[in-house]
């Protein structure tokens, strides 16, 4: 009898187990003014009516693949995930495609305008829409919590490009020194990009998110400096910072699994 309930208790965390994974992805366009923004929901079947949400912005000529990455992660704490392409974000971009028209401004309106379908959706629960982008996904999504400071309860910040007004000002000291057409990795990239970020106050903008931060960056990324993330780190009201011995910009797998971990343990406030 004892070795009867046992299975039968196995083969109830089993099933649970199983169930708790189960999730449903669909295809989910989003208006963006004139445009439309391609993205990919992925909803886990908890059974409840309002479930948290978190949105994923991926970083400089990335796309919703990126994001897909945190669906188990996301799934399994019983989240929404929204992963998605940022209008002229990428050469691959679903939404456009034309990277000459890339613009951080233009991202942080369509960030704001996915938060604000959310908000309207019967299944979300609308005090528990968390943030994270990645590298200048990252910088955008920061920007985006500091204007939507009531709509985002957490924000996740992954080699945050905290940096990118300074390193093109530093390129391109006078307005006029910008040309018509930059190539960074072979995208070509317009004016207005350049223009854009020469006034932007990254810091003096952030500071004004106060709910909590979490920011995960590697100790060997050569693409973005850890100086910008400890300084983010000391003007947020609420923040955290967790580095990863050898990682670079961009995580390797096992890398990709300390990020999950220290994610958990942030949305369970440990």
């Given at each position: ?143 985006t919590a500091a204007k939507c400071k009531k709509d985002v ?118």
């Amino acid at each position: 009898m004892k070795v009867k309930h046992l299975l039968l208790a196995v083969l109830c965390f089993i099933t649970a187990s199983v169930s708790a994974q189960e999730s449903r992805t669909e295809e989910l366009w989003i208006k963006n003014g004139d445009r439309n923004i391609y993205g990919v929901l992925n909803r886990p079947q908890t059974g409840e009516k309002k479930q948290p949400v978190a949105i994923i912005a991926h970083g400089f000529n990335g796309t919703h693949h990126f994001g897909k990455n945190y669906f188990k992660l996301f799934n399994e704490l019983g989240y929404q995930c929204y992963t998605f392409d940022f209008p002229c974000g990428s050469v691959n971009s679903r939404s456009d495609n034309n990277t000459m028209e890339m613009s951080i401004l233009d991202e942080q309106k369509a960030l704001e305008d996915i938060i604000s379908h959310f908000k309207q959706q019967p299944d979300v629960d609308a005090s528990r829409i968390i943030l994270i982008g990645e590298s200048q996904g990252g910088l955008v999504s920061a920007l985006t919590a500091a204007k939507c400071k009531k709509d985002v309860s957490r924000l996740i910040l992954v080699y945050p490009a905290l940096c990118i007004p300074d390193n093109w000002n530093s390129r391109y000291p006078r307005i006029e020194d910008i040309p018509d057409t930059t190539r960074l990795w072979n995208v070509p990239m317009g004016r207005r990009f350049f223009t854009e970020v020469r006034d932007m106050d990254v810091f003096k903008q952030i500071k004004k998110f106060k709910n909590p931060v979490l920011i995960v960056q590697g100790d060997k990324d050569n693409i973005v400096s850890m100086d910008d993330s400890r300084r983010a780190v000391s003007i947020y009201k609420d923040a955290r910072m967790h580095v990863i011995p050898g990682a670079g910009h961009g995580f390797r797998p096992n890398e990709f699994e300390v990020l999950t971990e220290q994610i958990r343990l942030f949305l369970k406030g440990e």
